[in-house]
């Protein structure tokens, strides 16, 4: 069963919208951590952010927003009034602490594609 | 402030060839590992290594070795190369830290003809 699941495979939108990419994970650890990552088109992986399993709270950047909720186990990316350099593929991914590598396990991707 | 670079950019095998992919990194990261991107797959995990002198297997380590003689250097090597094997390949290093990012090359795109 496949620990990272991002069920949108391509979101299509148009300049401005607000936007949510879904990440669903899971662990029988309770000590975890989650990543987003950022691949724009011209190839290269960018780390976005990171959140620890004990540390609830949303975060925000700029037009950038996480909701980490461990009662359903997802911790969603929205990029509120979207733009064109905001396409490309992101990646959620999870790192347990079990096995004592922290080698992250990413989902399949979800494809933004921002029309202006 | 090279990070983690990646030889070659591109590459095209022939069923059977062997080749090295490279990488190195100079930011003395402990932990070194490589993924295959294939189209709706995501990145999965081919091997790792958490030290030098120790490595392990990922989730699709057929047809792939590894070995980490220096903390700078992963090389990942193809025995005998295999259409199945075409993909783009990243190889990634991080702190030994449980919150770390990867820090990722910028890939190799290999073709297996």
């Known amino acids: 069963a496949q620990k990272v699941t991002q069920a949108q495979t391509e979101i299509s939108v148009v300049e401005k919208e607000d936007v949510t990419l879904d990440c669903v994970y899971e662990t029988r650890d309770t000590t975890y951590y989650l990543f987003w990552y950022k691949q724009p088109p011209s190839g290269e992986l960018v780390f976005l952010i990171r959140r620890n399993s004990f540390d609830e709270q949303n975060e925000i950047s700029g037009r950038y927003s996480w909701n980490f909720q461990k009662s359903t186990s997802s911790f969603n990316f929205t990029i509120t009034a979207s733009q064109v350099v905001d396409s490309a593929v992101y990646f959620c991914a999870l790192s347990e602490a079990s096995g004592g590598s922290y080698i992250p396990t990413f989902g399949r991707g979800t494809s933004l594609i921002v029309h202006p | ?113």
């Open chain 2, 1 to 113: 402030n090279a990070g983690v670079t990646q030889t070659p950019k591109f590459q095209v095998l022939k069923t059977g060839q062997s080749m090295t992919l490279q990488c190195a990194q100079d930011m003395n990261h402990e932990y070194m590992s490589w993924y295959r991107q294939d189209p709706g797959m995501g990145l999965r995990l081919i091997h790792y290594s958490v030290g030098a002198g120790i490595t392990d297997q990922g989730e699709v380590p057929n047809g792939y070795n590894v070995s980490r003689s220096t903390t700078e250097d992963f090389p990942l090597r193809l025995l005998s190369a295999a259409p199945s094997q075409t993909s783009v390949y990243f190889c990634a290093s991080s702190y030994a830290s449980d919150n770390s990012p990867l820090h990722f090359g910028n890939g190799t795109r290999l073709t297996v003809t």
